[in-house]
């Protein structure tokens, strides 16, 4: 029951937010990797640009942020406001940033998905479905 209220309340922070606006502005080609990212972690899109603590939504964000950083040079302000417009900063992007590193060095699926979205970028993103073992 709780997970339906969550999900009710997540929603409508969709709704004030107006997340779909916001997904128009990005780039074809940022939205693209974050699109591939979120299916990966199965992070629905929508959960993605608001302050949602599910795992696989924040593990989405950092490894989005650190490929923002790494490969398209954005300023950590102008990450903090593609992720979510009204919460992030400057300081809160870095430690994603931080975050996802560790989370590469250390996990080889999260290895996986960041190499295959750095790489999509230059290839097809249709030739690309990965989804991690889950055994």
């Not at 997540?10 to 780039?27: G, M, N, T």
């Not at 080609?29 to 929508?46: A, G, P, R, T, Y």
């Not at 959960?47 to 490969?71: A, G, Q, T």
């Amino acid at each position: 029951m709780s997970k339906l209220l969550s999900n009710k309340v997540l929603d409508r922070l969709v709704l004030e937010l107006d997340v779909q606006s916001h997904i128009e502005e990005l780039k074809a080609s940022d939205m693209k990797v974050i699109e591939f990212i979120c299916d990966q972690l199965n992070c629905n899109l929508d959960y993605f640009f608001i302050p949602c603590r599910r795992r696989e939504c924040v593990d989405s964000r950092h490894l989005v942020s650190l490929y923002l950083r790494k490969n398209r040079r954005y300023t950590l302000t102008t990450i903090g406001q593609i992720l979510c417009p009204d919460k992030k900063d400057h300081t809160s992007v870095l430690h994603s940033i931080k975050t996802a590193q560790n989370l590469i060095d250390t996990d080889e699926n999260y290895r996986t998905i960041y190499s295959l979205a750095v790489q999509a970028t230059t290839i097809s993103f249709t030739a690309l479905k990965y989804k991690p073992c889950t055994n």
